[in-house]
């Protein structure tokens, strides 16, 4: 999905592995908001796996999820991700 979210063009990034269980159940909380988001694989692409890294003091942590607003999420629960899709 790659839908804007805010209709600037600005989306939501979701960096995720296919193996992760994290990843699955926010992926599904997404889309069971009907919130659409880009996603991206950080296994099979240096650049995001690089940002994540970043992004996380260094760790390679899954999901991580970057809003348009600049906000990020690192391996929400289910709870905490709700709490920022509502404000969106």
């Given amino acids: 999905m790659s ?3 805010n209709g600037n063009g600005a989306q939501i990034k979701m960096y995720t592995t296919g193996w992760c269980p ?4 926010a992926k599904s909380v997404m889309r ?4 659409d988001f880009e ?3 950080i296994e099979g692409d240096e650049d995001a796996r690089e940002l994540v890294q ?3 003091k260094g760790n390679m ?3 991580t999820i970057v809003f348009p ?5 690192t391996e929400p629960s289910t709870t905490a991700l709700m709490a920022k899709l509502s404000k969106l």
């Fill in 3 to 5: 839908n804007s979210v």
């Fill in 22 to 25: 994290d990843c699955w159940r």
């Fill in 32 to 35: 069971g908001n009907g919130v």
């Fill in 39 to 41: 996603e991206i694989d």
């Fill in 54 to 56: 970043k992004l996380n």
């Fill in 61 to 63: 942590s899954v999901p």
């Fill in 69 to 73: 607003d600049g906000d990020v999420l």
